[in-house]
Every structure is written in structure tokens, then in C-alpha cells.
């Protein structure tokens, strides 16, 4: 599996590489949208990790746009640990799904789904 990491802090850039590298996976790196999406248009990657709050721009627009080109490699963002995007998001997914909870909480851990019993 090839995967795309896109973070402009180089310390944070590293060491998510390095992890995955050893989990053997093979890595890229890019500081910035302008270079991460030249890799993308030259290499063939199973996955892009993205960091949400770039210098360069606005991730979660520049998806959009690749969204609307066709290409469909699936993205997982990175956000700050004081920011409530993840929170946003299970809450409107919650409202959504209705019925008995599908989305449990776990305290200092995060999320999981968990069929009702």
C-alpha cells in the first residue's frame, strides 16, 4: 500500500511517516497542496493523509476539487487536538442514522460503532 502524507510541520511530517513506514508502508511526503498535488498526479496512491489546516490552503476545499475532477482516493484528515470537527461530524452522522445509537463514545480513546443489542 502506497500512501501520500501531507503536513506542512516537518517534526509531525516525520514522525507520521516514519510510523507508517514501519507498519511497512510505503510513504511519500509533502510539506505543502502545490507538491502534494503534483505527487498525486504522478503517482498512483492507495490513500492521502492530510493535514486539515495547511499554509498553503485549504485541504478540505482542495478535496473538494479533486472530488469534482474524479478522483476518488480515499482521504483521512488530520486535525488539531483542541478541534471539534470529529465531534461536528459523529453528531450529524447520530442525527442521521436515528434509531437505537450506532456511534459509541469511548472516553480518552474516541469512537466506535457498535451494532445495537
Given at each position: ?31 505543502d497542496?502545490?507538491a ?49 470537527v ?32
Amino acid at each position: 500500500m502506497r500512501i501520500l502524507v501531507v503536513e506542512d510541520d516537518g517534526d509531525q511530517r516525520f514522525a507520521l511517516a516514519a510510523a507508517l513506514r514501519g507498519a511497512a508502508l510505503a510513504v511519500d511526503a509533502a510539506a505543502d497542496l502545490p507538491a502534494a498535488d503534483q505527487a498525486l498526479r504522478s503517482t498512483a496512491y492507495d490513500c492521502v493523509v492530510l493535514d486539515r489546516m495547511l499554509p498553503s490552503g485549504d485541504a478540505v476545499a482542495y478535496v473538494r476539487q479533486m472530488r469534482r475532477e474524479g478522483r476518488t482516493i480515499p482521504v483521512l484528515f488530520l486535525t488539531e487536538p483542541t478541534s471539534n470537527v470529529v465531534d461536528v461530524v459523529v453528531s450529524q452522522l447520530r442525527r442521521k442514522l436515528g434509531g437505537p445509537p450506532l456511534i459509541h463514545t469511548v472516553r480518552g480513546v474516541g469512537y466506535r460503532m457498535q451494532p445495537p443489542a
